[in-house]
C-alpha cells in the first residue's frame, strides 16, 4: 500500500508540475493561438463539419461561450460556418484554408517540442506513455 501512496503522491506532484509549466508556456505553445482558439480549431480539423454544439459538448462549455470564441475564429479568417445542407437553420463549421495552414503550422511546433522532450526515449517508452496518458485522460470522465 505504501508503494502504491508513493506512487499517487509522485503522479500528483507530476500533474501540478506540468499544468503549472504548461501554463508559464502557454503562449509559446500555440504560436499566435489562445489554448481554447487551438483546442477549437483542432477539433474543427480533426472531425468532418462539426456543429457549435458538438464543441460545447466536447470541451464541457456553455454553448455561449463557443459562439462568442467561433465568432473570433471567424472574424480572424481561420473558420467558417455553412449551412447543413438538410437543416437551414444548423450551422456546420469547417477551417478556412488560413485556419488550416495555422492549424498545421501549430501542430508541426507541438510535434516538434514533443519530439524534443521524448526524443531520448525508447520508441516503446513512448508508445506506453501515449497509451498510459491517453487512458488516464479519457477516463476522467
Known amino acids: 500500500m505504501a508503494a502504491r501512496n508513493d506512487s499517487l503522491d509522485a ?70 460556418r455553412v449551412t447543413h445542407p438538410s437543416r437551414p437553420r444548423t450551422k456546420l463549421l469547417e477551417l478556412t484554408d488560413t485556419g488550416l495552414d495555422c492549424l498545421t503550422r501549430v501542430r508541426k511546433h507541438q510535434r516538434e517540442g514533443l519530439e524534443k522532450r521524448l526524443g531520448r526515449w525508447p520508441d516503446k517508452d513512448v508508445e506506453t506513455f501515449g497509451r498510459l496518458l491517453w487512458r488516464f485522460v479519457t477516463e476522467l470522465d
Do not use: C, W
Open 11 to 80: 503522479i500528483h506532484e507530476a500533474i501540478i508540475l506540468f499544468s503549472r509549466n504548461a501554463k508559464v508556456r502557454e503562449n509559446k505553445m500555440y504560436d499566435e493561438l489562445s489554448f481554447i482558439a487551438y483546442t477549437m480549431l483542432s477539433y474543427v480539423g480533426s472531425f468532418p463539419l462539426p456543429t457549435a454544439s458538438d464543441l460545447a459538448e466536447r470541451y464541457g462549455l456553455e454553448k455561449s461561450t463557443v459562439s462568442r470564441q467561433l465568432s473570433r475564429l471567424e472574424d480572424d479568417g481561420l473558420l467558417r
